[in-house]
Each structure stands twice: as structure tokens, then as C-alpha cells.
């Protein structure tokens, strides 16, 4: 900004937005006073760089608040949670997996857990059918981000939304 500017010739750009030309540094800054405006550099690596006539309050201002919209644009990626048992029914797997497809087309990923009650224990492999069972239901519009584990008396695996499949939908 004004006096930090170190290259000898800069391209001026005016307040309103129209090009002023390549002009000496001297010439820009004196331009620049001359308005009760600063000179900001705001290409410092195009050549030669360019820098433009603002008020640098309001530019700043600006600039801040742009930023801020930005970052509040910018959606954290959770990671969503569907817990159901061995013995569920196809239905209410159904109304589930409608829970877990919104989760997936808001984009966030799903940890499906099933537990294992009792003398369930004692039949793992239901769970691991039940496990795939859910990982075919949504084909090719999901991508298995970890594979079902068994820890305990429980087996998790997680999901997204694969978005490959959806451009090719569309």
C-alpha cells in the first residue's frame, strides 16, 4: 500500500474500475494523494504489478466481509451416525436407509453400525451379510470409505456419497 510499493512502474486501475495505463510509481501515488485516495497493490506478480485508486477503509472492509461470507459458505463435513440390531426389519431398514440417503445427499458421511445383542454374539456372520446388504442396496452411489469391522459387540463400517455417479446421472 502506497510507500511499501517497491516496483518503479506499476498498471494503475482507477476507483470507478477503468484502466489508467502503466505509470511510474511516483506518478501513481501522486495521482492517488491527489484524490484524498491510497494506491493498493492488488496483482503484486503480474507484470508490471497492478495496483488500484481505493479508499483502503472500505477496501479492507470489504475485503474482510467477503472473507467471512466465504468461510460461512464453507461446510464442515460431519460425520453422521445409523444404529440399528440384527433382528431389524425390512422396513424399518428401509425408512433407515432413507435417512442415511438424506445424510448422503447433504454430503456427509455415515458410519452404519449394527449391535449384537445377547446370543447374537454367537452369529457374526449375520452381521456381515446384513452389512453387505446395505452396501448393495446403494450400488454405485456409494463409496465404502472403511470397510465392516467387528469391535466388541458391534460392526461399523463407513459411507459417502460417491459423486462421480452422480454427474453421470445428470
Same mark, same amino acid.
Given at each position: 500500500?502506497?510507500? /511499501?510499493? +517497491?516496483? /518503479?512502474?506499476?498498471?494503475?486501475?482507477?476507483?470507478?474500475?477503468?484502466?489508467?495505463?502503466?505509470?511510474?510509481? +511516483?506518478?501513481?501515488?501522486?495521482?492517488?494523494?491527489? +484524490?484524498?485516495?491510497?494506491?493498493?497493490?492488488?496483482? $503484486?506478480?503480474?507484470? $508490471?504489478?497492478?495496483?488500484? #485508486?481505493?479508499?483502503?477503509?472500505? !477496501?479492507? !472492509?470489504? %475485503?474482510?466481509?467477503?472473507? @467471512?461470507?466465504?468461510?460461512?459458505?464453507?461446510? /464442515?463435513?460431519?460425520? %453422521?451416525?445409523?444404529?440399528?440390531?440384527?433382528?431389524?426389519?425390512?422396513?424399518?431398514?428401509?425408512?433407515?436407509? *432413507?435417512?442415511?440417503?438424506?445424510?448422503?445427499?447433504? *454430503?456427509?458421511?455415515?458410519?452404519?453400525?449394527?449391535?449384537? +445383542?445377547?446370543?447374537?454374539?454367537?452369529?457374526?456372520?449375520?452381521?456381515?451379510?446384513?452389512?453387505?446388504?446395505?452396501?448393495?442396496?446403494? *450400488?454405485?452411489? #456409494? #463409496?465404502?470409505?472403511?470397510? $465392516?469391522?467387528? @469391535?466388541?459387540?458391534?460392526? @461399523?463400517?463407513? #459411507?459417502?456419497?460417491?459423486?462421480?455417479?452422480?454427474? %453421470?446421472?445428470?
Amino acid at each position: 500500500m502506497n510507500g /511499501a510499493i +517497491r516496483a /518503479a512502474n506499476v498498471r494503475v486501475i482507477d476507483e470507478d474500475g477503468s484502466q489508467l495505463g502503466v505509470l511510474s510509481k +511516483r506518478e501513481a501515488l501522486d495521482l492517488a494523494a491527489e +484524490r484524498g485516495l491510497d494506491l493498493v497493490e492488488v496483482s $503484486p506478480n503480474a507484470d $508490471p504489478p497492478v495496483c488500484k #485508486i481505493v479508499d483502503w477503509g472500505k !477496501y479492507n !472492509y470489504q %475485503k474482510t466481509k467477503q472473507q @467471512s461470507k466465504s468461510r460461512m459458505n464453507a461446510k /464442515a463435513l460431519e460425520v %453422521k451416525q445409523m444404529r440399528f440390531g440384527m433382528k431389524i426389519g425390512e422396513h424399518d431398514l428401509g425408512v433407515k436407509l *432413507g435417512k442415511v440417503t438424506k445424510f448422503l445427499d447433504a *454430503g456427509h458421511k455415515v458410519k452404519l453400525t449394527v449391535f449384537y +445383542r445377547g446370543r447374537e454374539n454367537a452369529h457374526k456372520d449375520l452381521g456381515f451379510k446384513l452389512a453387505d446388504k446395505v452396501i448393495e442396496s446403494f *450400488g454405485e452411489t #456409494i #463409496i465404502v470409505d472403511q470397510k $465392516p469391522q467387528l @469391535s466388541g459387540k458391534q460392526l @461399523s463400517f463407513v #459411507i459417502r456419497s460417491n459423486t462421480n455417479a452422480k454427474t %453421470k446421472e445428470s
